[in-house]
């Protein structure tokens, strides 16, 4: 074999071994498209598709650190100064089904208080289809009026229950008339519910085992907003003690100054019930037989303002009074330095005509929204 011959042997040979390992390389794939998280506007802000579905997703939350001078629920408090902190985390869902959104709502909450230890629990836990819910969540005999003013104190005064499991169904004509109609949870205990009561020791009407008692309470109500202007009436029916309260409430606003009135009337003025109840915290002492007096007797009034001062600060006041001759007010100024932080000094008074005493108070609370 001549040189000739020899090299283009070896080039053949190498150009065949060349072809082999490129048979044998690998080849990276295509890298896949990035699936970005998609906006769900259709429920409001804050909603975007989970991703792979088709459900809604919305988180958002608090946390709230305050400091209180004294406490406007209590005629006995003498406590100068107490801290508290609170953090929420909000949890909801929903899906367009063939009968309107299925909508999920959950609520965590966990606070400290001074000289306590820190407690948890799950505030709201509720199912939504089709105007109807179910689970737990305030009464609508305060939810569907719109509870009481825009104070933290707004409820010195008993306005109604709160964190109940209920089935609720709620109608809207889409006129400006809505409607509602909850069977709620009696809210009783397995050893006997003490209703707004301190003191276990004391002897009043909604007292009850829960084992001896199946019938829910029951809330109902209608409304009308026409503009600047509407108006709700609400009655529920405590099953335990076998009455009830109604309430009315008429709200305005005049350019952003809002303002509303709301009236209760207890159906029996001698005793409490889950709807005209007390919410004063004491030993006893500011209250007779029966705690009748700590509560609404056969009436409750509220008042109350929201005023703007600029587009960061605003100004509320609530005044309150019941046929027991219990007075309470509260004003507060609102401010907002900067979006989703709310800086709000509170002041509140309160006059016990039952006890003979009254009681000012104070809060100061810092408070970001996400």
């Known amino acids: 074999m001549n040189i000739k011959g020899l090299l283009f042997g070896s080039a053949a040979a190498l150009a065949a071994a060349s072809g082999a390992h490129a048979a044998d390389a690998i080849v990276a794939a295509e890298p896949e498209p990035l699936q970005y998280v998609r906006i769900c506007d259709a429920y409001g802000k804050g909603y975007f598709y989970i991703p792979g579905t088709e459900t809604c997703l919305k988180v958002g939350g608090k946390v709230r650190t305050e400091g209180e001078w004294y406490d406007a629920y209590d005629a006995k408090s003498h406590v100068g100064t107490m801290w508290h902190d609170r953090t929420e985390l909000n949890i909801d869902t929903a899906t367009d089904t063939e009968y309107g959104a299925l909508k999920t709502n959950t609520i965590f909450r966990w606070e400290w208080n001074d000289g306590g230890n820190t407690n948890s629990k799950l505030l709201f836990a509720n199912i939504s289809l089709g ?58 205990s397995g050893n006997g519910t003490y209703f707004g009561d301190a003191n276990p ?157 009254d009681q000012w108070a104070g809060i100061l609370r810092f408070e970001r929204n996400f």
């Open 131 to 188: 105007g109807f819910t179910v689970g737990k969540l305030d009464s609508q005999y305060n939810l569907y009026v719109g509870y009481a003013g825009n104070v933290a104190n707004d409820d010195v005064i008993y306005d109604g229950p709160y964190e109940l499991n209920q089935l609720t169904y709620n109608y809207d004509a889409g006129n400006g008339f809505t409607a509602v109609i909850s069977l709620e949870d009696s809210n009783s």
């Open 201 to 357: 020791a004391a002897t009043h009407d909604w007292v009850t085992a829960k084992g001896d008692h199946y019938a829910p309470d029951v809330v109902a109500g209608a409304g009308y907003t026409a503009g600047t202007w509407g108006i709700k009436v609400i009655g529920g029916y405590d099953s335990v003690v076998e009455e009830g309260a109604i309430k009315a409430r008429l709200d305005a606003n005049f350019g952003g100054f809002k303002t509303f009135f709301m009236a209760g009337w207890n159906t029996d003025g001698d005793k409490l019930n889950q709807y005209a109840g007390t919410n004063l915290n004491s030993d006893g002492a500011a209250c007779p037989v029966n705690r009748a007096d700590c509560g609404w007797g056969d009436w409750a009034i509220w008042t109350g303002f929201t005023a703007p001062i600029n587009d960061k600060l605003s100004a509320n006041a609530q005044f309150a009074y019941t046929d027991t001759k219990i007075f309470a007010a509260t004003a507060n100024v609102q401010w907002y330095p900067v979006k989703n932080l709310l800086i709000q000094p509170e002041v509140s008074y309160t006059d016990w005509d039952a006890a003979d005493t």
